[in-house]
Each structure stands twice: as structure tokens, then as C-alpha cells.
């Protein structure tokens, strides 16, 4: 693996196309301020424009948190922000998280997240558009939003969109008063696999290795049509996967190795 300078998070490549990023605040359980905004800007160019990263590994450094969202005590210090100011509560023109989502930085190439310790409230900006999501025992989900008196909105809309949505707006409504414990994710929608902690980060690269090791014109056109197909009809969303696939398909099939040897080893859950 090759290291990247950023300056909150790690950034490293393996020798089977997968790049690994890792939350790198811990002190502050990993909670997003502006530089973490800008580097992650940075970041899902970087990924998207590199053809040698076929699939990301998602999580964090330190033992507490996946990220506690966003990092108010550094946006409360600052004067020159609306987000958290009652004086204009209108003012905030764009969405504090838009950087962090991958999806929404145009990225098609699929995403995993090993989630452990605490994830909550902004957080689910990366989670809500990560492709597999898995997650230790010991993980806990929550939305302190309306606790501190703030509406919640942005993440439980997005998170409606991967998981029930009574637990979704159980969640929002209860804030701190109530954590979602890994397997109630799991069985909500959320997650798709709860592995021991120690085994979590290994796991989470063998799964991005697998999807890192087929075809990158198929993959990303599978992880391209299904984000989208999330904002049409569903006779719209089938007419535009059909053109995924005569587009896609092709240039597939020219790519693949047909003399390689099939998977050596597959798992089942």
C-alpha cells in the first residue's frame, strides 16, 4: 500500500485495486469539519479519475466511533458560518455533508463501510451511500439532532432511502434517548453484515477486493443504474437499465479475462 497526504484523512492503495480511507480525527471521534469537507472534495475526484481504484474500503481510526457527525464545536466557533445560527436560521444555502457523499460527487465505483463504535447524525452521509455496509457487534446508531434542538432532516430522508422507514423516523424522533444496535440495523436495512471487531476491517477489504477483482465497466455501471434508478419510476428506471446494459455489457465483456480461473473461494450468509 502506498500512503497520500491529506490532512484528516488516510489515504491508502492496494495491489488489488482497492483504495483504503480512513477517518483519521479520532480525538474528536472522527466528527467532519471543513478540512475533513475539502479533502474528501478531493478525495472522490481523486478516486473517480484514477482507473487503477476499482473499488473503496470506508472506516475510521480509533477505538470509540465511526464518526459522531459534524464537529460543532469547531462550526460554533466560527463567525462566519449559518449553520448553526438562530440569528438567520434560513441562511444556509447549501448542505454541510454534500462533499462527504460519494454518490453525490458523482462516484459510480462501489463503496464499502466497516462501521464500528458510535455513528450517528452526519455521519450517515457516507453511510447512506456506501453500496455494502457492514459493522461490528458493539456499533450503535442514532440522530441527536432534535435532542439539540435541531431539525432532523437531511440524514433521515437519505437514510428512508436504505433502511424501514419507521425505524428511520424512530430514530430521528428519539435523538439521543435511543440508540439502534447493529443487529436491529441489520435487520432494518441498513447494514448487511455484523462481524467481529477485530475481523471487521479484514472483512470489509475481502469484500471490496472481490468487487475490485470483476470487470470495472460492469460494476459500475450495476452501482450507476441502481443509485439512479432510486429517482425515476419504475418503467423509467427499466428503460434506462436497459440502456445501461447494451452500453455497459460490451465493453464488459471485452475486459473480462475469460481465461482466468473462476473464484477460488466464495462465502455464504
Same mark, same amino acid.
Given at each position: 500500500m502506498t500512503g497520500h497526504p491529506y490532512q484528516t $484523512? !488516510?489515504?491508502?492503495? @492496494?495491489? @488489488? *485495486?482497492? %483504495?483504503?480511507? @480512513? !477517518?483519521?480525527r479520532p480525538e474528536v471521534l472522527n466528527a467532519f469539519n471543513e478540512a475533513m469537507r475539502a479533502d474528501f472534495a478531493r478525495l472522490w475526484t481523486e478516486v473517480r479519475e484514477d482507473p487503477g481504484i476499482r473499488a473503496v474500503v470506508l472506516r475510521a481510526a480509533g477505538d470509540r466511533a465511526f464518526s459522531t457527525g459534524l464537529d460543532v464545536t469547531e462550526r460554533t466557533g466560527s463567525s462566519d458560518s449559518p449553520w448553526l445560527d438562530t440569528a438567520e436560521p434560513w441562511a444556509e444555502t447549501e448542505d454541510p455533508g454534500h462533499q462527504l457523499s460519494p454518490k453525490r460527487n458523482g462516484l459510480w465505483k462501489p463503496v464499502v463501510a466497516a462501521v464500528? *463504535?458510535?455513528? %450517528?447524525?452526519? %455521519?450517515?452521509?457516507? $453511510?447512506?451511500e456506501c453500496d455494502i455496509v457492514i459493522c461490528s457487534p458493539e456499533a450503535t446508531f442514532f440522530d441527536p439532532h432534535v435532542t439539540y434542538g435541531m431539525v432532523a432532516a437531511l440524514e433521515p430522508i437519505a437514510l428512508s432511502y436504505r433502511m424501514h422507514f419507521s425505524e428511520t423516523l424512530r430514530m430521528a424522533l428519539l435523538g439521543l434517548y435511543e440508540r439502534m444496535t447493529a443487529e436491529t440495523a441489520r435487520s432494518a436495512g441498513l447494514v448487511t453484515e455484523i462481524v467481529d471487531r477485530d475481523e471487521l476491517h479484514a472483512r470489509a477489504l475481502q469484500l471490496a477486493e472481490a468487487i475490485a477483482a470483476q470487470p470495472p465497466a460492469a460494476v459500475q455501471g450495476t452501482v450507476k443504474a441502481m443509485w439512479q434508478s432510486l429517482d425515476r419510476?419504475?418503467?423509467?428506471? !427499466?428503460? @434506462? %437499465? !436497459?440502456?445501461?446494459?447494451q452500453i455497459g455489457n460490451p465493453i464488459g465483456a471485452d475486459g473480462l479475462d475469460r481465461t482466468a480461473a473462476k473464484p477460488a473461494k466464495w462465502w455464504t450468509r
Open positions: $484523512i !488516510l489515504l491508502e492503495r @492496494t495491489d @488489488t *485495486g482497492v %483504495a483504503v480511507v @480512513t !477517518l483519521n464500528h *463504535g458510535m455513528c %450517528a447524525g452526519g %455521519a450517515f452521509y457516507w $453511510i447512506t419510476t419504475r418503467v423509467q428506471a !427499466l428503460d @434506462t %437499465a !436497459l440502456m445501461y446494459t
